[in-house]
């Protein structure tokens, strides 16, 4: 069955339940319950929903603790999402209305192939590294397939200087895109060098408007044997735009990104620890665009912030979500080319 909304006044239907959200929301209040309710929702945090309100989404959260904790105070801080049920098989509940898919990146395809199944929107984070891919294939597939609303939170995408580089891009501000140029630094750890790579070749896929023809990957170790590693890729779009993505690990750096993007008329540069610079080239020579973004004091709660409150305004508008289970199957593909780049020791097409 296809998920469909229906607006009748201010309640939102789904169709396969036949119950207005707002009515789910409503039936909460009554009675004090038992320690669980019912809904796998200990009665004190019930009574914090109660005070929240008597309107909002109802949502399931699915992951184990801790790794959902900040997904949970984000969820409990707003009025319009009501967290009714914790758990996979919370997802099946009549009175949830959306999933959130958070816990080990090894169970979220699970998670998103049930919550579909019962017809749920789903919002879902992304892994920090690509484990059990041909899992997260089929179950985004599925997604794709049920048409369910449904949002994989990039976080850089929910970045408000990165909206404004995408805008400029959209409307042609900078002429066409010729390259992209991407620096992620952080300090030396243990793990792979692609993990946290999604985020980073997604967002050179938005940034460029497609998703590359060709990429080639290659890791470097630095001079000064475990001071740090290089992982370098070129991606080759078939718009004629030429991607380089470094991620960097250094034992003496911090967390960084710098993102630069050339086109014909005008060069834009989005950097971690400062506001977005607008470089424009003419007859007349370079100067300055005033066009800048504050810089928010927490940026990883503001990000979860925002991809949250873009769930909710692209449910109760009907608006489509700024990316798709197909956006998440495209990132992993990439994911997968570079690391079969490394291991080939030459140019490779991402296969979805």
Request: hydrophobic letters at 45%; glycine letters at 8%; proline letters at 5%.
């Amino acid at each position: 069955m296809r998920w469909a909304r229906i607006s009748l006044g201010s309640y939102c239907v789904n169709p396969a339940l036949r119950i207005p959200w707002m009515y789910m929301v409503h039936s909460l209040k009554a009675g004090a319950g038992s320690a669980s309710d019912g809904v796998g929702v200990p009665s004190a945090e019930r009574q914090l929903i109660r005070r929240r309100g008597s309107s909002g989404i109802s949502v399931c959260l699915v992951g184990a603790e801790p790794a959902p904790r900040g997904w949970l105070e984000r969820l409990h801080a707003r009025r319009d999402l009501v967290v009714v049920a914790r758990g996979i098989d919370g997802v099946s509940e009549p009175s949830v209305g959306a999933a959130v898919i958070a816990g080990p990146a090894s169970d979220r395809p699970e998670g998103i192939r049930r919550a579909v199944a019962a017809n749920k929107a789903v919002l879902v984070a992304v892994p920090a590294a690509a484990t059990a891919t041909e899992d997260w294939h089929k179950s985004l597939a599925f997604a794709t397939e049920a048409e369910v609303p449904f949002l994989a939170a990039f976080e850089r995408r929910f970045d408000r200087r990165i909206q404004r580089l995408k805008s400029a891009l959209s409307t042609g501000r900078v002429g066409r895109p010729l390259s992209i140029n991407l620096r992620h630094t952080s300090a030396f750890a243990d793990g792979s060098l692609t993990d946290g790579l999604l985020d980073d070749l997604d967002l050179v896929r938005w940034l460029a408007g497609e998703s590359p023809s060709e990429l080639y990957a290659v890791i470097g170790l630095d001079a000064a044997a475990g001071i740090g590693e290089t992982l370098t890729v070129v991606l080759k779009f078939d718009n004629g735009a030429v991607a380089v993505l470094q991620r960097c690990r250094r034992t003496f750096e911090t967390e960084r990104r710098q993102i630069e993007v050339l086109g014909s008329t005008a060069t834009l540069t989005v950097v971690d620890e400062i506001a977005s610079g607008f470089t424009r080239r003419d007859a007349a020579g370079v100067f300055e665009l005033a066009d800048e973004v504050d810089r928010p004091e927490r940026p990883a709660d503001y990000l979860m912030d925002s991809a949250v409150e873009h769930f909710v305004q692209a449910l109760e508008r009907d608006d489509p979500h700024l990316a798709g289970p197909e956006d998440l199957r495209a990132a992993l593909s990439m994911v997968e080319a570079v690391e079969r780049s490394i291991r080939l020791g030459h140019a490779v097409r991402p296969v979805v």
